[in-house]
């Protein structure tokens, strides 16, 4: 085994794989680049080296300077996580020319799956079947669109290297197509170096399935079962879980022979993910089962084959590299046991199209993590997400004897789950739990997108909450300098009287809605409330940091209280309500310039202004192009109109709120 090892990777990745290098006794190294100096991976290793600024391509992507800083070291082998260099099939070859050992599988291997192209005729020449496309090498955009006609709409473009949704675009309509294909050619030469594409036929009721896979040097290979990973939003995963909902064990046969096989074909060592999508649209049925692509790595969702197995992966992976078989060889001695889900929990924004959202974590209370609940995390309170990196805050694993149970305590996981400082799906994540098609196994890989209204819904207005609201806002923001005894009256500066009788006026906004709460306060240093629905006493019977304890005379009431600027966010019966203090000027402001502003919605590179000074537009056009995250945006016209100023230029940096460009005043 190994005695030190260099990690090439960063954040929840980084330290899961230093969590099991510690456990076996292994020494690790990090690395990371200069916004990440104070990130938890950093603190968590052994060892940790500068690699340069913040973008990728100056920092975790520098595989000569990971390479220097392995020998500097003394590491003996490298780990490149999920992402990044970790199919990179010359990075491989690099650490094996240096003497170092590439935790992965052969640059062959990776060379071979690397290309979703490649990768299919690979496949269809080791019987294993294929999604129906076009796999050709011919990239002229007239063939291509010859292609798309062929299969028939609706069709996925789709880069023939990387993955994780990047250059990947649905078309539905032929009209649209050149216009989808230029955008997927141009994300996947930011992402991968590589703007070729393939074409494939779309399936309407498509489920994603995928099987983990594991070989060792000694010619043993088998699969630890399958994961679904169906539900999905731009391409990208939500919600994992193993086993896969609904799959008859004959089934689970035919596809877990078939990724054996797929990793037979190619000389195949270590882990590696073979992706199936199913077509649904008469039920599970080995026939209508098709080969997406390999993942020649450890995958993000590997947790619930974890939780199901009872199987450390990153584990597997070390003594695999190290020269050791397989700790369980045979597919016999292989079981599963009951069933996990896995959430991602992201700084996003899923009524705005999953826009990536970036912020301080102020705020962060996670729940008690145990045999049946797990968290994998590379962020703390007081951490930043920035718009350099992958937007994932966690991910959320829990386990139980069946489905249901799981879901149950997943559900309550995330309502013990706290989070304040920036935009996240922790509330679209909670509705998706409690789905009536998630919890009875019916979805999709489209289902997300079909069902976003209502599973972005803002919860409705519990009272309490308001209650608890308009308490901080009356609260003073600093303690007293006597506050020697905190229910003293000179403890109490908002509004406390002898005589009592004062009162006080809260507006507040909630969903759009500004709602005025009155407070008179008591003698006794309580106050009395009057809430859309009636009157409430409310007194503070305990209160820690902020976590408040509240009498509201027929019940009490725990929560906790965040407030930033206007902003106010009570966390309350695993519930988030956010309320703000309305700007009424800001707010005239905005209806009055209406549409006529094209904001950048976050941090990011303009990629391509596609709009110029005089042209006139039709609502829906596209306008401007913004690269974030390592995604592609793109803004459109939200009317008809004439294009008066345009502010920024293909390869300007923008900030979060940046005006892009303004339209004419509208006549009348």
């Known amino acids: 085994m190994f005695a030190k090892i260099l990690i090439a990777n960063r954040g929840e990745i980084a330290c899961r794989i230093i969590k099991t290098a510690r456990s076996l006794g292994i020494k690790t190294v990090a ?23 913040a973008p990728v391509g100056e920092s975790y992507l520098k595989g000569e300077a990971i390479l220097q800083i392995a020998g500097r070291a003394g590491a003996e082998a490298i780990h490149p996580g999920y992402g990044f260099l970790s199919e990179n099939a010359e990075f491989a070859e690099a650490c094996e020319a240096e003497g170092l050992v590439f935790i992965g599988p052969p640059a062959s291997a990776i060379r071979a799956m690397g290309e979703k192209d490649e990768a299919k005729r690979i496949m269809e020449k080791a019987g294993v079947p294929v999604v129906p496309g076009y796999h050709g090498s011919d990239q002229d955009p007239a063939t291509l669109a010859k292609e798309a006609v062929r299969l028939g709409y609706p069709i996925l473009i789709k880069a023939v290297a990387g993955g994780g949704g990047k250059g990947m675009r649905r078309v539905d309509d032929p009209a649209e197509f050149l216009n989808e294909l230029e955008g997927a050619k141009r994300e996947a030469k930011s992402a991968f170096g590589n703007d070729r594409v393939l074409i494939e036929k779309f399936m309407l009721k498509p489920r994603h399935i995928e099987f983990q896979v594991f070989a060792d040097s000694n010619g043993n ?30 089934m689970r046969q035919a596809m877990g022979k078939a990724a054996v096989n797929a990793a037979k074909a190619i000389g195949y060592r270590g882990a590696g993910t073979v992706e199936f999508i199913a077509d649904v649209s008469d039920g599970l049925d080995p026939a209508h089962c098709y080969f997406m692509e390999m993942n020649t790595r450890l995958q993000v969702e590997h947790p619930v084959t974890e939780m199901i197995t009872g199987l450390d992966l990153v584990e597997w992976q070390l003594r695999v590299a190290s020269g050791e078989p397989l700790p369980i060889a045979k597919q016999k001695n292989i079981h599963a046991n009951g069933h996990a889900v896995e959430v991602r929990l992201y ?34 309170q007081g951490d930043a997400v920035t718009p350099h990196y992958d937007p994932m805050i966690a991910k959320i694993i829990a386990w139980g004897e069946d489905r249901a149970t799981a879901i149950l305590r997943l559900r309550a996981a995330l309502d013990a789950l706290e989070l304040e400082g920036c935009t996240t799906n922790l509330s679209f994540l909670r509705n998706l739990l409690a789905d009536s098609v998630f919890e009875a196994g019916a979805h999709d890989t489209g289902y997300i997108g079909r069902a976003l209204e209502a599973l972005t819904h803002e919860p409705p207005l519990d009272e309490d909450a308001l209650a608890a609201a308009a308490l901080f806002q009356l609260l003073p923001e600093k303690p007293s300098p006597r506050r020697a005894d905190p229910y003293s009256p000179w403890s109490q500066c908002y509004g406390w009287r002898p005589w009592g009788g004062a009162r006080q006026f809260v507006r507040i906004s909630y969903g759009g809605e500004v709602l005025e709460v009155a407070a008179s306060f008591l003698r006794d240093g309580g106050m009395e409330l009057q809430l859309p629905s009636g009157t409430v006493t409310l007194n503070i019977i305990g209160q820690e940091g902020n976590l408040f304890q509240l009498d509201l005379g027929d019940r009490v009431v725990g929560c906790s209280v965040i407030r930033t600027g206007s902003d106010v966010r009570v966390f309350l019966k695993g519930r988030c309500y956010h309320f703000s203090l309305p700007d009424l000027h800001y707010g005239a402001e905005q209806e009055e310039s209406g549409d006529d502003r094209i904001i950048s919605p976050l941090p990011g590179r303009v990629v391509e202004m596609k709009a110029s000074v005089g042209q006139k537009v039709a609502e829906g056009t596209p306008l401007a192009v913004l690269e974030a995250m390592k995604m592609e945006h793109t803004l459109k016209a939200p009317r008809d109109g004439t294009i008066a100023e345009v502010f920024a230029s293909a390869g300007d940096q923008v900030d979060e709120g940046t005006v892009l460009l303004i339209f004419e005043e509208e006549a009348g």
């Open 31 to 53: 690395v990371y680049s200069k916004a990440d100096v104070r990130a938890l991976h950093v603190a968590m290793a052994d060892e940790a080296y500068l690699l340069g600024s």
């Open 221 to 250: 290979t088998v699969h630890l079962f399958e994961r679904d990973c169906s539900l999905q939003r731009r391409h990208q995963k939500v919600i994992e879980e193993a086993p896969a909902p609904g799959m008859p064990e004959e």
């Open 347 to 380: 700084a996003e924004d899923p009524a705005a199209g999953f826009l990536p959202a970036t912020g301080t974590i102020r705020h962060l209370a996670l729940p008690e993590v145990g045999e049946n609940l797990r968290i994998d995390s590379g962020i703390r």
